[in-house]
């Protein structure tokens, strides 16, 4: 990142731009164009809605960042139908089935790894079904799991694909990485007020020139670069298999220790873990402690679940000696706090 800035008009840029583009394809999956945005990844997923829904998205909602993906939509004036799990279910494909049925929407959004409660739904089930819809076009958020595990888009026929920078890769905040299909470019071609900045097809053209819309930053680019040579030095599959390994050790822990998972059994994400508070413990003393003594912290719940879970990341460039590590800080902290585990 400390790479001196260049023109973003420039061959310098081009270079960078197009280095990273084959191997940004293969973690996505696709054959189509990966867009970088400078912006977190509410800009895209805003921009997506703003690109394809015409007449009505149906938004699947079942945490958090989900549930304001419906209010996103209605913010940015489109017609939007809300389809609720509670949190911690996964969203159930009949369900979606169900209400695409009613012939009412053009497009469709889902979260594949529902960050706040640690769910991750069943995207390929649901994809199959949203497919037999051929007027819908699918915008998955895949920001906490791109690249823990596959997630091949053209294989899933997913038509808009989305991560941040700063989950799932372990970049700094910034930017997102966006692939879109053919039919959902066709699709954005036909919706007016799409504005500029989030423009599918203002990125489409910038990226033939290996270039993006507007000024881009850069020195992001440069970290991922970097990135994808870790990436790629590790392997793909390596890497997936890493995120399973880590996660298991953290399931490991939090059974061991008397805790419970908080997602339905099968549906618990494998790039964090959303652990229920059912021992009660005081999670914001906890972090204290953590803080203080071992100059770590972990999230103490999001939203309505603040309190009631706490959550464990095992993404990114968690190795077994971080993980190994945060758990026996945990072990300290809780004995310190005089709890009684296991
Ligand atoms: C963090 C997160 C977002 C929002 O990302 P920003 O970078 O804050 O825009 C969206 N979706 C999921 C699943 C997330 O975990």
Not at 26 to 46: K, N, Q, R
Not at 124 to 146: C, H, K, N, Y
Request: one cysteine or more; charged letters at 25%.
């Amino acid at each position: 990142m400390t790479t001196p800035v260049f023109g973003h008009r420039s061959a310098d840029f081009v270079e960078l731009y197009q280095s990273v583009q084959p191997r940004l394809q293969e973690l996505f999956g696709t054959a189509d164009p990966v867009f970088i945005s400078t912006s977190s990844a509410w800009g895209v997923m805003e921009g997506a809605l703003r690109n394809v829904t015409k007449k009505k998205v149906l938004n699947c909602m079942s945490g958090a960042f989900s549930d304001k993906w419906h209010d996103v939509s209605k913010r940015c004036g489109k017609e939007a139908g809300a389809l609720r799990f509670e949190w911690g279910q996964p969203v159930d494909p009949e369900a979606v089935r169900r209400e695409l049925a009613t012939g009412a929407y053009d497009s469709l959004t889902v979260i594949h790894n529902e960050t706040s409660t640690g769910t991750m739904n069943p995207l390929a089930d649901i994809l199959t079904v949203a497919r037999e819809f051929p007027e819908v076009i699918t915008i998955v958020d895949t920001v906490s799991s791109f690249s823990a595990l596959p997630i091949p888009k053209d294989e899933l026929g997913i038509d808009v694909m989305l991560t941040g920078s700063q989950k799932a890769l372990a970049l700094p905040p910034g930017l997102s990485l966006f692939s879109v299909s053919q039919r959902a470019l066709d699709r954005a071609a036909n919706v007016n007020d799409r504005g500029y900045y989030f423009d599918f097809h203002e990125f489409l053209a910038n990226h033939e020139k290996g270039m993006t819309p507007s000024t881009p930053v850069i020195p992001l680019i440069h970290a991922l670069r970097s990135k994808l040579d870790d990436i790629f030095a590790e392997g793909i599959d390596a890497r997936h298999e890493r995120h399973r390994r880590l996660n298991t050790l953290v399931h490991d822990w939090v059974k061991s220790r008397g805790f419970e998972l908080f997602p339905a059994p099968g549906f618990a994400s494998v790039s964090l873990t959303c652990v229920r508070n059912n021992l009660e413990i005081d999670v914001a003393a906890l972090n204290k402690i953590l803080k203080s003594k071992f100059s770590c912290v972990i999230d103490g719940g999001y939203g309505k679940i603040k309190g009631k879970t706490f959550r464990i990341s095992n993404m990114g460039d968690e190795t077994d000696e971080t993980m190994t590590q945060l758990l026996a800080n945990l072990d300290s902290a809780l004995a310190e706090m005089k709890v009684t585990v296991g």
